[in-house]
């Protein structure tokens, strides 16, 4: 899984404007947009992830850890 396909899965769930350096939370996001970006990446790229570690992230860097490990791609990690 690649950084850019995980920055447009974020800013297509929480709308262009989203922050990088800001929160799910502070985005606008909700238990139901957390929800759709948790099963998006899944779908997407075959990584679980649980939609209360994105809701509790601190910011997209935060999420990209969380996503890498799921995991046995490095990928998203070295590039952020």
Do not use: C
């Not at 139901?32 to 997209?60: C, G």
Request: aromatic share 10%; hydrophobic share 50%.
């Amino acid at each position: 899984m690649d950084v850019d396909g995980l920055r447009e899965l974020w800013q297509e769930v929480l709308g262009a404007e989203a922050r990088f350096d800001a929160s799910f939370l502070a985005n606008g996001g909700d238990s139901f947009k957390a929800t759709v970006f948790a099963v998006q990446v899944f779908e997407n790229h075959a990584r679980e992830v649980d939609y209360l570690d994105v809701l509790e992230a601190a910011d997209f860097p935060a999420v990209q850890r969380i996503v890498a490990s799921s995991g046995n791609d490095q990928q998203v990690v070295a590039q952020s």
